[in-house]
């Protein structure tokens, strides 16, 4: 999957007069209890198309709770390229296609339906996609559980080869991949180990076999306010030769937006540092990162800096995924496949986002993973992690 995300205006567009219609209806998915999310949706998905391009009318009615803030994801099994979008915002990469509300039609009651549409080309073919999710739960064509995994290969065998699903997630070219499917106990053992770095307190850290992005399992952090009660698994490799680019994916959930004080969920020992930490989490509600050295963010947190970055939506499957240079300061961050304008390092200082973080020039190193909770003044928080992959290579959602 490219890590070249391609942001597309809003804007309407005129339906074709020749075109094919085609409508795909979809009911709900339920899940087993804690999977993705509670309650369910239903969607169509109708394409109008005509020689090389299409458009597409998506519906998505929530059948569950009310929504306050929904991204809607599917991938295409042909050559589509979506140009532009509608009454979202819409982004692709490679053939994984995500949709966010547009801010004013984030929330959705419960029984009620939201309506946004995409515009395309395509070459050699423009199937419909089977599968459309909805903050994180699949909705199918004919209301039964996709037999595939949906984050799986959209050409490959419906009824679900095995051979053909990574195993245990999709780990490409990652040097460390975990799932959590090796775990035999509720304390986490072989490829993880908890830890406390500096002092211990409340934080726990359990395999939970009842929340899981896939699989079976996952790690569960319960974190608590103050600096003492902070927990982490730590990855039990020595991950200093990752690079010259070193790459980072997790699936993450979370019951409790980011507070106004500085919390960290993501802890890499640094030897640049000296061992010292590079840190993603949160401060005034977004997501930031974190130099441990000198407590330098990114971006600034100055109201023009935290504009531009982006809160961790509560309550669903969140793909992080970040990258991080190691022979120039360089790092991008991602949250569900979009780019996070905040939370980007080039090398050219730019006011509110990383003119404080080039202070320092020198390139970081991280030597480890930490996947927990630091909370360094108020804030409690619940999270799930799952699907953790680090490579030298860029790895997708």
């Known amino acids: 999957m490219s890590d070249s995300t391609r942001r597309i205006a809003v804007r309407p ?32 998905y109708t394409p109008n198309q005509w020689n090389g391009g299409f458009t597409a009318q998506v519906k998505l009615t929530n059948l569950g709770s009310a929504i306050n803030g929904w991204t809607a994801t599917w991938s295409y099994g042909g050559d589509q390229h979506i140009t532009s979008g509608w009454n979202a915002t819409v982004t692709q ?19 009620a339906s939201v309506e946004f549409g995409v515009q395309g080309t395509w070459s050699t073919s423009n199937p419909s996609p089977t599968v459309v999710s909805l903050n994180g739960v699949p909705c199918t064509a004919d209301g039964t559980p996709p037999t595939d995994d949906p984050t799986d290969d959209p050409t490959d065998d419906p009824t679900d080869d095995p051979t053909d699903d990574p195993t245990p997630v999709d780990c490409g070219t990652a040097v460390f991949c975990s799932g959590f499917e090796d775990q035999t106990g509720t304390t986490p053992s072989g490829q993880w180990t908890t830890v406390s770095p500096d002092c211990s307190g409340s934080g726990t850290a359990t395999v939970d076999t009842s929340v899981a992005h896939s699989g079976g399992k996952s790690v569960r952090v319960d974190g608590r306010a103050g600096y003492c009660n902070h927990v982490f698994v730590a990855a039990n490799r020595d991950l200093s030769s990752v690079g010259p680019t070193m790459y980072v994916r997790m699936w993450v959930r979370h019951t409790t937006a980011l507070p106004a004080q500085h919390t960290t969920f993501v802890s890499m020992p640094d030897s640049s540092q000296g061992g010292r930490a590079l840190r993603v989490g949160g401060q005034n509600g977004a997501l930031q990162w974190n130099r441990e050295t000198d407590d330098a963010t990114l971006p600034a947190q100055s109201p023009a800096g935290v504009a531009l970055s982006r809160p961790l939506p509560t309550g669903g499957w969140q793909c992080l995924r970040f990258s991080v240079s190691t022979s120039s300061p360089g790092i991008q961050t991602w949250l569900n496949d979009v780019d996070v304008p905040g939370l980007r390092v080039d090398g050219v200082p730019t006011q509110d986002v990383d003119q404080q973080w080039l202070s320092r020039s020198t390139a970081p190193r991280p030597t480890g993973l930490r996947l927990g909770w630091e909370s360094y003044g108020q804030g409690d928080d619940t999270l799930w992690y799952d699907d953790v992959a680090v490579a030298s290579a860029p790895i997708g959602c």
């Open 93 to 111: 990469s490679g053939t994984a296609v995500t949709a966010r509300d547009a801010g004013y039609n984030a929330s959705v009651p419960a029984n």
């Open 13 to 44: 567009w005129l339906w074709p007069v020749m075109a094919l219609a085609l409508v795909v209806s979809a009911l709900v998915w339920v899940p087993a209890p804690g999977a993705a999310a509670a309650g369910g949706c239903s969607m169509t």
